[in-house]
């Protein structure tokens, strides 16, 4: 590797964030961004081939070297990583109305709940998962909500495009022996990402941290990687 590629890796390494390229330029003021994202590929390339344990991932808008899924479940048997606390599914509803119709008020998320959400989106908050990105132009202007970077490197995303989609989701919800018919739909949130109705009887369990994390692809692969 050249030696731009190794100060990058060393930079990475020693962060336990996801650093986006911009940020990176200032490791090398004479480093021009085609020089750095040429580096980062140069990287990226030298872990894949040569059958590294850890792997140069683009998530959460920025770079992080991560352990390979592969790998992950024998380093957790030992207790060698520290995984953040699950969301309880009261959470995790509120999250996804949040994710799929930002920027969204507690009202609105509550109306669609159907319960009061202010505890849990606090919680949300306090994790920094979601944050304030505005105000509402009705009575009181009240405050907006969307999700943060922090909610695509927990969930595996570069951005929010890779969300799963509508119909992705129905599907990976549908209750065991429900087959391909619709005869018991999920709840929708508008347009926004369906709700198994199950999950409403845990309303009250916001502050769980005990409960699976979601059934979607983006999920299961946060859950098995670790930083390195």
């Known amino acids: 590797m050249n030696s731009l590629a190794k100060l990058l890796e060393a930079a990475l390494f020693a962060s336990p964030r996801p650093i986006p390229t911009e940020e990176l330029t200032a490791l090398d003021a004479e480093a021009s961004p085609a020089a750095i994202q040429s580096a980062l590929d140069e990287l990226r390339e030298h872990y894949d081939v040569d059958g590294h344990g850890v792997a140069l991932v683009d998530v959460g808008g920025g770079w992080q070297i991560l352990t390979r899924p592969e790998y992950t479940e024998a380093i957790e048997r030992a207790q060698m990583a520290v995984r953040p606390a699950r969301l309880s599914a009261a959470a995790l509803e509120t999250l996804a ?10 009202a609105e998320v509550a109306e669609i709940r159907g319960v009061d959400v202010g505890a849990v989106i606090k919680s949300l908050h306090e994790r920094g998962i979601i944050d304030v990105v505005g105000r509402a132009e009705g009575l009181g202007r009240p405050l907006l909500y969307g999700t943060t970077s922090a909610f695509l490197e927990q969930f595996g995303l570069r951005h929010l495009e890779e969300l799963p989609r509508v ?13 391909e018919s619709p005869a018991e739909p999920l709840a929708a949130a508008g347009d926004g990402m369906p709700i198994d109705a199950a999950a409403s009887t845990d309303a009250s369990s916001d502050t769980s941290t005990d409960a699976a994390p979601p059934a979607t692809e983006a999920a299961s692969e946060t859950e ?5």
């Open 97 to 106: 109305i949040i994710a799929y119709r930002q920027p969204i008020g507690r």
């Open 167 to 179: 119909d992705e989701l129905a599907i990976a919800l549908r209750r065991p022996g429900q087959g």
């Open 224 to 228: 098995a990687t670790q930083p390195a």
